[in-house]
């Protein structure tokens, strides 16, 4: 199982950016993905989920701002996030869990600074 995260960077508040998480090893059309992010100093938390079903969940913070997306036939996960504050920056992760295990990925970094 990899996952391989991509499309962090540096922005100013307001901006937008995309982030993929591409996928191999297992049936991604099959499993819930899973956006963390984790802030310097702070725990990971669970950013946003989409399920087989395309069934969406966001956290509070993050509503109406950020959407996560699937693609099964690129076996990819993206969130697209739109007006990015400075709290928003954190490392993201993209996460699976198969079978009792959680798999991760390498992470992308995102900074929000004007």
């Known amino acids: 199982v990899q996952l391989v995260e991509s499309g962090g960077g540096s922005v100013q508040p307001g901006e937008s950016l995309r982030l993929s998480c591409t996928t191999s090893?297992?049936?991604?059309?099959?499993?819930?993905m899973n956006w963390f992010r984790q802030a310097p100093g702070k725990e990971r938390e669970m950013v946003a989920l989409?399920?087989?079903?395309?069934?969406?969940n966001y956290l509070d913070s993050v509503k109406g701002r950020f959407t996560i997306s699937r693609d099964n036939a690129k076996n990819t996960a993206y969130l697209q996030m739109n007006s990015l504050k400075p709290e928003d920056t954190a490392v993201y992760f993209c996460?699976?869990?198969?079978?009792?295990?959680?798999?991760w990925g390498q992470g992308t970094r995102v900074t929000v600074s004007s």
């Open positions: 996460a699976v869990l198969l079978g009792g295990n959680t798999y």
């Open positions: 090893g297992f049936t991604f059309s099959r499993w819930r």
């Open positions: 989409i399920t087989p079903s395309n069934v969406t």
